[in-house]
């Protein structure tokens, strides 16, 4: 069995056109360095997959949350499909072992690189959507990254923006803000940092994948700092 046939069997699924697998394994570093190959790298893949797998997350949690707020639905989808929840379904099927990678990335430890890997899983489920269709893509997502949410956990998701708030109202006068601090990253992977001050002081930094969830993570580090 090849390497190519081993992760399939990981993935639960057979590619028709084994070369969207190979690509989505294609780090920018191995494309770049086998130009002469006309390789192509995961790159494009990834930002399909970043969309399949936001569509797929959405919707599993419209349809089994229905009193859910929009607000808790968006935080929820952060925590879902985060470079961090990514890293983690990776492991699960030891990624690092299939994925190709330039010299200068292979010597720096690119393997284990969180990003790197996360991106990887994005362009696997893209691959997947391409091949087989929506289904087969939901099913991977099904079985890595919805499996074993539980209702409870989405019930007990806090909002630390608004603890924060009411924690500062226990004195009059007290003023939060948020700024946002820098963002970094391609269009449809930015990260953003943002900085919550009380009074003018900051007293928090949070980064994410998207300003609201940054905010949430800036408020949590506020919050916490405040509390000790």
């Known amino acids: 069995m090849n390497v190519t046939e081993e992760l399939e069997k990981k993935l639960g699924y057979s590619f028709q056109d084994r070369t969207l697998l190979e690509t989505a394994l294609s780090h920018s570093s191995y494309a770049n360095e086998n130009k002469s190959l006309g390789l192509e790298s995961n790159e494009r893949l990834e930002f399909l997959g970043d969309s399949v797998l936001g569509q797929i997350v959405a919707s599993y949690l419209y349809r089994t949350y229905p009193k859910m707020p929009e607000g808790q639905m968006t935080r929820l989808r952060a925590d879902l499909v985060c470079e961090t929840s990514l ?24 393997r284990q690189r969180e990003s790197i890997l996360a991106d990887a899983v994005e362009a696997i489920i893209a691959a997947m959507y391409l091949d087989g269709g929506i289904d087969i893509s939901k099913q991977f997502i099904d079985r890595y990254i919805l499996a074993g949410f539980e209702a409870e956990e989405a019930h007990s998701v806090t909002d630390y923006k608004t603890a924060l708030q009411e924690h500062i109202q226990r004195r009059a006068g007290q003023v939060l803000s948020y700024e946002l601090v820098s963002e970094s990253g391609p269009d449809h992977r930015k990260t953003f940092t943002m900085c919550v001050s009380l009074n003018g002081r900051p007293i928090g930094e949070g980064s994410g994948r998207t300003k609201k969830e940054a905010e949430q993570n800036a408020a949590k580090s506020g919050l916490e700092a405040i509390s000790e």
Do not use: A, F, P
């Not at 379904?89 to 072992?97: I, P, T, Y």
């Open 87 to 110: 890293y983690e379904v990776s492991q699960k099927l030891e990624l690092g072992r299939y994925i190709r990678l330039g010299r200068g990335e292979e010597h720096t430890g690119g």
